[in-house]
């Protein structure tokens, strides 16, 4: 597996492990464990946070990334996480 992929792996590890920790009430600021991410990656440490839908998203993510490693291109991994993210936010019918 290539870092990237190892490091959306821990990332979606991480997300998991936050959004559990906010649906039982835990306040994930003052949790050390979180120190890291709070740190090197805040943008994750905020998304993780602030959208409960931060876990789908990163897993959609990792599988565009294995099929990117089988062959589809940047332009076609875009094209499909565009849209996944369009088809969860804009309204189906917009007559």
């Known amino acids: 597996m290539t870092s990237k992929i190892t490091q959306t792996l821990e ?3 991480v997300v998991k492990n936050i959004r559990k920790d906010i649906n039982e009430g835990i306040d994930t600021d003052s949790i050390e ?3 890291s991410i709070r740190s090197q990656n805040p943008l994750i440490y905020k998304l993780a946070v602030e959208d409960p839908d ?3 998203k990163l897993c ?3 599988k565009l990334m294995l099929e990117k490693n089988k062959g589809l291109s940047q332009y076609d991994a875009s ?3 565009g849209k996944i993210m369009a088809d969860e936010y804009f309204p ?3 007559d």
């Open 33 to 35: 464990k979180y120190d």
């Open 79 to 81: 094209a499909k996480f």
């Open 60 to 62: 959609e993510m990792y």
């Open 92 to 94: 189906k019918n917009l």
């Open 11 to 13: 990332f979606i590890k």
């Open 54 to 56: 931060c876990e789908k």
